[in-house]
Structure formats: structure tokens, C-alpha cells
């Protein structure tokens, strides 16, 4: 679905004000010229029209970090709001929490112009996400469970909390628009069990659905087998030429809280133009993530990160069911 430019700015506008973006303050656009530029456009019309100091910042693609361009570092922690165009993660590399403890917002934004006006974020949304992480901050346990043999169990509370509804009006926080979403790391080696991906479900990077059933083992935190047809063998293939132990580590598990997401969208869209957001966020999927956790202080820096919202599961915090066969059903999250 086209949008006009009319309606993308109206877009923004609506998000910066829920931002807090105020007049005098900086905001940096991180950008280069391979984008959405309806986007980067539209976020600066709207941020000059609030009377902000506007800053675009087009790094080198290439395999440098940004840690060595003290320019380019000084910009982004000086600035009261960084909109990150990129969708390359060159702020993953210890950048972004650099920028972020300096008290900066982050805003991560590289979907397409009909996506973002389609998922408008709203206060709302982080009403919900706010009830959950309240959930999981009173928590020791996390129970999932699936009809196709998923029994997952992990113990919590060694991590911080991975929120994020759409928008970064706090000092420090990060944020992808669209979104809706909320997340925590397992203690360390507690997660046990089977995760069982079924047909439908989503495998990023790859931005492709599963085609036919994978089996993974979970023992000690860390995935010891991989088992199914096909696509079983294109996953070992792929997080075994990392040739990283901690590629197979269980990293971040949440569930998504936007009930405008919708699970068939990355269908429609182009690989290349979209993070697959709808497929992350949408009401009631389980996020089973492997890999890092260097955003939540953890020492796994492994450059093999897989996100997979899975459907269809029952995901509990100390027994108490927060989404049921893929339903969010907690009070206060709905």
C-alpha cells in the first residue's frame, strides 16, 4: 500500500511528538544513501518544524566500527535523539551502549513508509508492554509450551528487561518503530527443554517462513541438536560457519504485544526493504532468539544472532499463563 508523503509526515510528527523531540534540542539522523529516503526526509521536515538542531551522519559501509571516528561518536552522545536508518547494527558493537548511557534516545527505524504508518505506535501500546515487563520483573521462571512438542523452561532474573513499544521518550532508551514487544535473557545455562518450529513460523535473519518442522535441543542454555529436513539442515548450515560456541546460546525470549502486526506481512514485502517488524511484534507469537547478549551486559559478543517468533505457543512466568496457543492473555497486556 502506497502512502503519500503527506500522510508519512503526519507519521513522524506524531511519533517525534511522542518522543518528546523539543525544540533546541539535537537530533541525529544516522543514514546513508541506500534507504528509505521518504523516511529520512520526512523525519527531518518534521524535526526542523519543531525547531530542532538536525544532524545527518552517513558512516562508511564497511567493516570499521564507529568506535574509530571520535567525531562520529561525539555527535551521536551529544544528541538528545538518534533516529538509526541504518538497519546495518554498526551501533551493536558496543557503540549503541556507549550512546545510550551517555543519556541519549535511540530510535531504530528502517521499515517501509506503508509499515510505519500502517503501525503507528501509541501510549497504549506501551501501557501494555509496561504490564508485561512488570510480569516478568516479579519473576523466576519462564514455561513455554507448544501442541507441536515445544517445553521450554528457563530461570530469570541475572538480566535486564528488553522493552519496547514503538517510540523513545526516556533518556537512555532504545527503540524500534514499529514494535511492541517485550523480552528478557535467561539466567545463565538454565534453559532446558525442546523447541519445536513448525510450519508458519519465522526465521530472521533469513526473513523466510519455516517450510517443514525443526526440532532443537535445549541443554545447559545452549541448542546441542538440530534435527527435521530441509530447512534443519540450512539452520546447522548456517550457525556452523560462525564456528562460535556461543552462536548456539539461548539469548533473548519474550512475546510480542502488537495486535495491528500481522504475521502474513513479510509475505508481501521485499527482503530488503523491511526488518520484518510485523513478523517480530505481532499479539501473542514467542520470540525464541540464540546468540548474543552483550546488550544486556553479558560477555557473548558472537556475531550469529537468529530472532524466531514462533505461533501457536503458551508462554507462563512463574506458572501464570501470559499468552495461551499464541493469545496473549494476561490481564492488563490485551
Avoid at 511522542?18 to 526526509?41: F, M, S
Avoid at 552517513?58 to 552522545?77: F, Y
Amino acid at each position: 500500500m502506497a502512502v503519500s508523503q503527506q500522510e508519512l509526515v503526519e507519521a513522524w510528527r506524531h511519533v517525534l511528538t511522542l518522543c518528546k523531540l523539543g525544540a533546541t534540542e539535537t537530533v541525529c539522523l544516522l543514514t546513508r544513501p541506500d534507504i528509505h529516503q521518504q523516511n529520512v526526509n520526512a523525519a527531518e521536515h518534521v524535526a526542523r518544524q519543531i525547531g530542532a538542531y538536525v544532524l545527518r551522519l552517513e558512516p562508511a559501509i564497511d567493516t570499521r566500527s564507529l568506535h574509530e571516528n571520535k567525531v562520529a561518536m561525539q555527535a551521536l552522545k551529544s544528541s538528545g535523539l538518534v533516529i538509526d536508518f541504518l538497519g546495518l547494527h554498526l551501533l551493536r558493537r558496543g557503540e549503541q551502549e556507549e550512546v545510550i548511557r551517555s543519556g541519549a534516545r535511540i530510535l531504530y527505524v528502517v521499515e517501509p513508509p506503508e509499515a510505519l504508518v500502517r503501525l503507528l505506535p501509541t501510549e497504549e501500546d506501551k501501557r501494555r508492554v509496561r504490564a508485561a515487563e512488570a510480569c516478568i520483573r516479579k519473576s523466576k521462571s519462564m514455561q513455554v509450551t507448544s501442541a507441536a512438542g515445544t517445553e521450554l523452561h528457563v530461570q530469570l532474573g541475572e538480566y535486564p528487561i528488553l522493552s519496547e513499544w514503538g517510540y523513545s521518550d526516556e533518556p537512555g532508551h532504545w527503540d524500534h518503530w514499529p514494535s511492541a514487544f517485550v523480552a528478557t535473557w535467561p539466567n545463565e545455562r538454565s534453559a532446558q527443554g525442546t523447541v519445536v518450529l513448525r510450519p508458519g513460523d519465522i526465521i530472521f535473519p533469513f526473513k523466510s517462513y519455516v517450510r517443514d518442522e525443526i526440532r532443537l535441543q535445549v541443554s545447559d542454555g545452549y541448542i546441542t541438536q538440530i534435527d527435521g529436513g530441509f530447512d534443519a539442515e540450512v539452520l546447522r548450515e548456517y550457525m556452523s560457519e560462525f564456528e562460535d560456541l556461543e552462536a548456539y546460546a539461548v539469548s533473548h525470549l519474550g512475546w510480542g504485544l502488537n495486535p495491528r502486526a500481522r504475521w502474513s506481512r513479510l509475505a508481501l514485502l521485499d527482503k530488503h526493504q523491511t526488518n520484518g517488524n510485523d513478523g517480530r511484534a505481532f499479539a501473542g507469537n514467542f520470540m525464541f532468539s540464540t546468540g548474543p547478549n552483550t546488550d544486556a551486559g553479558g560477555s557473548r559478543n558472537t556475531l550469529c544472532h537468529l530472532d524466531i517468533p514462533m505461533r501457536k505457543c503458551s508462554v507462563s512466568l512463574d506458572g501464570v499463563p501470559m499468552t495461551i496457543d499464541g493469545k496473549v492473555v494476561a490481564k492488563g497486556q490485551t
